[in-house]
């Protein structure tokens, strides 16, 4: 339960005021420009004859599982909405610019995140 309060106290912290959402936001964005980077160069060197280890491969796949995972949500649910598969994606990345600009502004948390997964249906 101790680890469970440090952290329920640490989002608390980091979300109470606007410049402590921008601080996490910003730095959420540089680890995930860091993975992205990871996934890129571990990507490459298998593509092209390496060197690449499997300890890299591994370390990566679970966000290659999560994007790939994504994408398919974005297209089979444009599909299912009568739309192309492009649309889809569109729609997941303006949504996802929407709610980065909402939780980096003034407003309040409980209003900047939004009531469906970003690519989800709205109610």
Known sequence: HALQRRRTQDMARRVSDPDGRRAWYTELEQRWSRAVNRLASVRNALAHGGPAT???????????????????????????????????????????????????SEMPPQEAWPRTPVGGQSP
């Open 54 to 104: 499997a300890s890299a491969a591994a370390n990566v796949a679970p966000m290659v599982h999560r994007l790939a995972g994504e994408a398919l949500h974005a297209s089979l649910t444009a599909l299912l909405d009568g739309k192309h598969p492009y649309d889809g994606h569109l729609r997941r990345r303006d949504r996802a610019a929407e709610w980065a600009q909402r939780w980096r």
